[in-house]
């Protein structure tokens, strides 16, 4: 009996992998919800100068799912392997484009930029230029606001492709910026050949300044390299003063870590001077 069964069924044997596929089914199914149901949500992070005045921010999703809270780590990679990430990051920018909106009648939120993480299936997108640029032009939204963050994996993944379009949309007036810079295998050569404003540098290199000197190294070489290139240098997971006095004595840009602010809903997002000493006198 267990033969005639199983010639007719699909079995799993082993059940630790039943059990994982399953959970992934079941994900993917919440994501699908969630999109329907608008349970998505942008996070804000301050990214400010070296007087801590905040420029711009970075748009971070959030999943306001039934069980709570989830972090873009946990759907991101599942949502890119089933192809949810194209609907999702049109919601993105979408929702980007509605808060440049609001921020362009508030004469102290008009002048910040706004940064989107963009995926690799994303950008490849054959219609991903007339999907940003006509929410743009149906929204009216100024794209010198809007800065758009590639990874090292999206640019590989096909380099012609990316400079063709990073050109068009840079035409349009949008800025790009490197994310996770020095994680991927990305060549200096190219690096120069690509139309970016920005590079950010990782938060694992910032995050071993003090205590790695090769570390310290990589960090102040690629703040020469951006500035020699004239290419905005950014450090992202900046958590210490510490950190912060070595990236700016070594000519970094912009920062953005918890120093200055974690990533808080739209409605919370405060501009103005950060200046996390006088916090640390307060307390
Ligand atoms: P990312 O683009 O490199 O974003 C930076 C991550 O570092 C964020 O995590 C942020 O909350 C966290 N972070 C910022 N400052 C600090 C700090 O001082 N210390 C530490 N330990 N962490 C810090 P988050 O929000 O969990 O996002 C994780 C990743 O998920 C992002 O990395 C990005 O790759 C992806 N992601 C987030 N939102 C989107 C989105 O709308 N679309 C796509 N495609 N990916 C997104
Ligand atoms: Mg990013
Ligand atoms: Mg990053
Ligand atoms: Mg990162």
């Given at each position: 009996e267990a033969k005639a069964k199983g010639r007719n069924t699909l079995r799993f044997f082993d059940p630790v992998m039943q059990a994982t596929l399953q959970a992934r089914l079941q994900l993917e199914n919440d994501l699908h919800k969630a999109l329907a149901e608008g349970q998505f949500k942008l996070h804000l992070q301050p990214q400010v100068n070296a007087a801590g005045e905040v420029l711009g921010a970075e748009a971070l999703i959030r999943w306001l799912s039934p069980n709570g809270l989830v972090s873009p780590l946990q759907f991101i990679p599942l949502a890119e392997e089933t192809g949810l990430i194209v609907p999702i990051g049109c919601w993105v920018i979408e929702a980007a484009c509605d808060l440049l909106l609001e921020w362009a009648q508030d004469p102290r939120m008009a002048h910040l930029q706004l940064a989107v993480n963009v995926s690799a299936k994303q950008f490849r997108q054959h219609d991903f230029i007339e999907q940003i640029l006509g929410t743009i032009i149906s929204k009216q939204v100024?794209?010198?606001r809007l800065k758009l963050e590639l990874t090292e994996s999206v640019v590989l993944d096909d380099i012609e492709d990316t400079i063709n379009k990073m050109n068009v949309l840079k035409e349009a007036g949008l800025s790009f910026s490197m994310d996770?810079?020095?994680?991927?295998?990305?060549?200096l050569s190219y690096l120069a050949e690509l139309p970016l404003q920005q590079l950010k540098i990782d938060q694992s290199f910032v995050r071993g300044i003090s205590s790695n000197p090769i570390n310290a190294i990589i960090v102040q070489t690629v703040i020469g390299m951006a500035n020699n290139l004239d290419i905005e240098s950014i450090a992202e997971g900046v958590e210490t003063e510490t950190q912060f006095q070595f990236l700016k004595a070594h000519g970094c840009k912009l920062f953005q870590g918890y120093y200055f602010g974690r990533p808080v809903p739209a409605e919370n997002f405060q501009v103005g001077t950060l200046h996390p000493i006088t916090f640390m006198l307060g307390s």
């Open positions: 100024n794209p010198e996770d810079f020095g994680t991927g295998y990305s060549s």
